[in-house]
C-alpha cells in the first residue's frame, strides 16, 4: 500500500507533529505501508530524506519558526504525483495542507483520512488576541466541523480530544490512535554530558521543562512556579529547551530569576536532548493545550520523575500507572510537588522506575499496525463510504 502524507510543518522544525510524522513513517513501513512526504522547505539546509517532497515555503507572520507553503508550487508538487498509485491520503495539519490533500484525494479517487493533532481553538486565542475568546472560538469551532467533513475518517491522539471533537458535532468516524514511542527513545541519555555542556554544576537540583517555547505551553505559570520553589531549594535551575514565538516574552519574565533559569534552545534529538532529559531530577509540565503530550513519554522513557498538570490530551497519559505526580494548576500545589521530589531520593527513584515501565507499553510499533489496519479498512470500503472508528 502507498499513501500520500500532507503536512504543513516538518523536521527541521521541532515539535509534536513532526515527531509523530516520523514515526509513524517509519514503523509503518514494517507493516507493509510506504509512505510519501509533502512538507515545507525551511530556510535551513535539509537533510536528505528518503520519500520526502519539499515545497517552496514564505515565513508566517508572527512566528519566525513556521512556513506556509506556496499554493502554486504545492499544487505542481502534486500533479507530479498523480501517476503514483496511491492508494489513500493522510493530512496532518489544518491549514493549506488539508485543503490541497483534499483537492488530491478527489481527483484521484481515494479515501482521505486526517489526524487532529492540533487544539486549533486553544492556539487561535494566543494568536490573535484582539478577537474576543468568545468568537474565536465558535469560528474555531466551526472551522474544525468543516474541515473534518472532507475527510472519511479521522484519528485523534487522545480520548479526551475525540470528546472535544463529538463536542463540537462532528460526525466523522474518530479512532482514538496515539503517537506511540520508537525504540530509540529508551537509548540511555548521559546526565553528566548535558550538565557539562550547559554549564551547569554536577549537582545542581534541575527543574526541566522541554517543547516548544510557545505561549500557550504555558511556561509562564512554570516560572511563576519557580520562584516559590527557590524559597525551599536555593540551589535549583529551571532548565527551559526548546524554542518558539514566546521566548523572548519568557526570557523577560524569568530575568529576576537571573542564573537559577536556563534557556538552552533547540537540542539534537538523538544525543544531547535525551541527555537532557536524562540530568532532569524533575520534569515539570503544564500545557492546557497537548492533544496527547508525547514529551511525558519520552521524560518517562529517560527515567526523568514528572510533576505535570493533567489538560485535554496529557489525561490519557498520566493514569495512575504512569508514576507522575498529578497535580493542579496551583502555583502553591505545584511548587510543593517539586520540592518534595527534589528533596526525596527514594522517591525520585520509584518514579523513575515506573516511569519507564510505564513508557515501555506506548510502543509505536503497535500503534502504526493499527494505523495501517485503518488505512487498509478505508481501501476496501465502497467509495464514499465511511469507516466505523
Not at 88 to 101: C, D, E, S
Request: aromatic content about 8%; proline content about 6%; hydrophobic content about 45%.
Amino acid at each position: 500500500m502507498r499513501v500520500l502524507f500532507i503536512s504543513d510543518v516538518y523536521f527541521p522544525r521541532v515539535n509534536g507533529v513532526s515527531t509523530s510524522i516520523r514515526t509513524f513513517r517509519e514503523d509503518l513501513l514494517a507493516h507493509g505501508v510506504e509512505t510519501q512526504l509533502i512538507a515545507p522547505r525551511y530556510a535551513e539546509a535539509n537533510t536528505a530524506e528518503p520519500g520526502i517532497v519539499r515545497v517552496p515555503a514564505a515565513g508566517v507572520p508572527r512566528d519566525p519558526e513556521d512556513r506556509r507553503m506556496r499554493w502554486g508550487a504545492l499544487k505542481r508538487a502534486l500533479e507530479g504525483l498523480t501517476g503514483g498509485g496511491f492508494d489513500l491520503v493522510h493530512i496532518h495539519t489544518p491549514f493549506i495542507a488539508h485543503y490541497a490533500g483534499v483537492r488530491f484525494a478527489r481527483r484521484t479517487g481515494v479515501p482521505c483520512v486526517a489526524t487532529y493533532h492540533t487544539f486549533f481553538e486553544e492556539y487561535l486565542h494566543h494568536y490573535l488576541p484582539i478577537l474576543p475568546r468568545r468568537i474565536g472560538a465558535a469560528l474555531a469551532r466551526s472551522f474544525t466541523r468543516s474541515q473534518c467533513d472532507d475527510v472519511r475518517a479521522l484519528i485523534a491522539p487522545s480520548e479526551p480530544m475525540r470528546a472535544v471533537l463529538l463536542e463540537y458535532g462532528v460526525t466523522t468516524p474518530i479512532l482514538v490512535l496515539p503517537t506511540g514511542l520508537p525504540a530509540d527513545r529508551f537509548r540511555a541519555g548521559d546526565p553528566q554530558a548535558f550538565r557539562a555542556s550547559a554549564g551547569i554544576a554536577p549537582g545542581t537540583p534541575l527543574v526541566t521543562y522541554i517543547g516548544r517555547v510557545a505561549h500557550e505551553k504555558n511556561i509562564g505559570f512554570l516560572i511563576e512556579m519557580f520562584h516559590d520553589v527557590l524559597r525551599q531549594v536555593p540551589q535549583a535551575m529551571l532548565v527551559i529547551a526548546g524554542e518558539g514565538p514566546a521566548r523572548g516574552a519568557l526570557e523577560a519574565r524569568a530575568a529576576s530569576l537571573g542564573e537559577h533559569v536556563r534557556f538552552v534552545g533547540y537540542l539534537d534529538r538523538d544525543t544531547a536532548l535525551l541527555d537532557c532529559y536524562a540530568a532532569a531530577n524533575v520534569f515539570a509540565f503544564a500545557s492546557r493545550t497537548e492533544t496527547q503530550g508525547l514529551v511525558l513519554l519520552e521524560a518517562m522513557a529517560q527515567g526523568a520523575p514528572v510533576v505535570s498538570t493533567a489538560e485535554l490530551g496529557t489525561r490519557s497519559i498520566l493514569t495512575p500507572l504512569s508514576g507522575a505526580l498529578v497535580v493542579p494548576e496551583d502555583r502553591a500545589a505545584f511548587a510543593a510537588a517539586v520540592v518534595r521530589v527534589l528533596g526525596d531520593a527514594a522517591l525520585r527513584a520509584e518514579l523513575a522506575q515506573r516511569g519507564r515501565a510505564y513508557a515501555r507499553t506506548w510502543s509505536s510499533s503497535a500503534m502504526a499496525r493499527r494505523l495501517a489496519e485503518l488505512y487498509a479498512e478505508l481501501r476496501s470500503a465502497p467509495a464514499g463510504a465511511r469507516v466505523p472508528a
